[in-house]
């Protein structure tokens, strides 16, 4: 008997890797064939497990194909666009980019990753890609960050992280209390925001965000890879290490 189960999945294995067209089987046999192929797979659902996940990795390898090719068409934007701020060293050996929304819980978390490698890696170089996703609260959050940038670029900063590190859903209120906490009164805010509004800009990176297959933050791009979620500092300093070694992610 544990012959059978042996000889039958040869036998299937062998008649699918056979380039036989259907007409080859007759309506009989294609009855039966269908039959015995349903019996198998529900005497042996693991193998579904399987076809998924050799699915999901298939999948999954596209996608990497598509990022790659798609940060080397937009590496200007991606890595030098003049509507980001850089934090660490402006002149460093490897970037990290960072796509972030001020409401994204999954952002804070990463924020002591970013502070941390600044601190420990005096050779990064680290640009934050603001990318309002999470409804109007964040769209206004990011208009009120961006009039901040212009006004008081040195305190970038510290504005980034005191309202990504605040408790809390990010607003217009909230944004504005932040810059005004720096010394950037909300006139000025205000005034800055109706004469240089930042639609341009976010719509520049929505576009940029979808050739790149970005659809949630934090997303990062270092290198030749996008790297999806908050992976981690250790997984951050390992890539950026990689870059350093062979110009790669992975070495």
Do not use: W
């Not at 980001?84 to 980019?97: A, E, Q, R």
Request: glycine share 6%.
């Amino acid at each position: 008997m544990a012959f059978f189960p042996t000889f039958t999945a040869v036998a299937l294995a062998a008649s699918i890797a056979l380039p036989l067209p259907a007409a080859a089987l007759d309506d009989q046999q294609k009855k039966e064939f269908g039959e015995f192929i349903k019996q198998y797979l529900i005497e042996n659902p693991e193998i579904m497990l399987d076809v998924q996940d050799a699915l999901q990795k298939k999948q999954e390898a596209q996608r990497l194909v598509k990022a790659n090719m798609a940060i080397e068409e937009n590496s200007t934007n991606i890595f030098d666009s003049k509507n980001d701020v850089t934090l660490g060293n402006p002149k460093g050996d490897v970037t990290v980019v960072e796509f972030f929304d001020y409401n994204c819980s999954y952002c804070r978390h990463a924020l002591p990753d970013m502070q941390a490698m600044l601190k420990k890696d005096k050779n990064v170089r680290f640009v934050l890609k603001e990318f309002p996703i999470l409804g109007p609260d964040s769209v206004a959050a990011h208009k009120v960050a961006d009039a901040f940038r212009k006004l008081a670029p040195e305190k970038y900063a510290d504005f980034h992280v005191a309202l990504l590190g605040s408790a809390g859903r990010a607003s217009d209120e909230t944004a504005i209390a932040v810059a005004a906490s720096l010394g950037v009164s909300e006139d000025k805010i205000r005034a800055e925001m109706a004469k240089s509004p930042n639609d341009g800009i976010v719509q520049a990176t929505y576009q940029l965000a979808s050739s790149l297959g970005i659809s949630g933050t934090p997303s990062y791009v270092i290198g030749n890879e996008l790297v999806p979620g908050a992976v981690g500092l250790d997984d951050l300093e390992a890539k950026v290490k990689n870059m350093r070694s062979c110009g790669k992610t992975a070495c």
